[in-house]
C-alpha cells in the first residue's frame, strides 16, 4: 500500500513538474525570467537565447541552446532523444522539431529517434516541420510549411513536402543574433 502511493506521490510530481515546464514557464510575460527558468529546467541554454512566450520543451536536459539563438512563439522543440541549435539560428513562430516520434511497423507503436541539430545562422520558417534525426546545416533555411526528411546542406534553401533544395543562399559572415544585455535582435 505504501509503495503504490509513493508511485503516485512519484507520478504526480512529475507531472507537475511536466506542467510548470510546458506550460507555466512558456507563458510568463518576462523575457529574462522565461530565460532563467527554463535554464534551471535543465536546458543547457546561453544567457543570450531569446524565447517568445508559448515555445514547448520536451525534455529539457536534452536541449542544447547556443549563443544569439532565437525561440519564436508556439515553437515546440522536442528533445527526448537530443536536440542542438547552434549560434544564431532563428526558429520562427509555430516550427516543430522532433527527435522522436513513433516506429508505425513496430507491434507496440514503439517510440524511435535520434538527436536533430539545428546549424549556426540557419533559420526555419514559419509552421515547418524537422523530424527526427535531421540536421540542417549552417546558414540553411527551410521554408514555411516544409517538411524536412533528410539532412539539408551547408547554406541550402529547402521548401515542400517532403522538403527539397529550392535554391541556395550566399555564404557571408553574417552578424545577426540575439543579445541579452541590450536587448538587441535582427528580429525587432
Known amino acids: 500500500m ?8 512519484r507520478g504526480g510530481y512529475a507531472g507537475f513538474k511536466s506542467t510548470i515546464i510546458e506550460r507555466v514557464i512558456p507563458n510568463l510575460p518576462s523575457s529574462t525570467l522565461r530565460n532563467i527558468l527554463i ?10 537565447v531569446h524565447f517568445y512566450p508559448g515555445f514547448t520543451v520536451r525534455n529539457p536536459a536534452g536541449l542544447i541552446i547556443e ?4 525561440i519564436g512563439p508556439k515553437c515546440l522543440l ?3 532523444k537530443g536536440l542542438t541549435i547552434h549560434k544564431n539560428a532563428v526558429i ?7 527527435s522522436l516520434n513513433h516506429d508505425y511497423n513496430d507491434l507496440h507503436f514503439c517510440g524511435k529517434g535520434a538527436p536533430t541539430e539545428i546549424g549556426e545562422y540557419a533559420w526555419i520558417c514559419s509552421r515547418s516541420i524537422i ?3 535531421v540536421k540542417i546545416g549552417k546558414g540553411a533555411i527551410v521554408a514555411s510549411n516544409a517538411v524536412v526528411t533528410k539532412d539539408v546542406p551547408d547554406y541550402a534553401i529547402v521548401g515542400g513536402v517532403p522538403a527539397k533544395v529550392i535554391g541556395h543562399r550566399e555564404e557571408k559572415d553574417y552578424q545577426y ?3 541579452h544585455k541590450n536587448k538587441t535582435s535582427h528580429l525587432y
Request: glycine letters at 10%.
Open 177 to 179: 543574433g540575439y543579445n
Open 78 to 80: 522536442d528533445a527526448r
Open 131 to 133: 523530424l527526427p534525426g
Open 67 to 70: 549563443d544569439g539563438v532565437n
Open 39 to 48: 535554464r534551471k529546467s535543465g536546458v543547457k541554454a546561453s544567457k543570450n
Open 92 to 98: 520562427a513562430y509555430e516550427a516543430i522539431i522532433w
Open 2 to 9: 505504501l509503495s503504490k502511493l509513493k508511485s503516485h506521490i
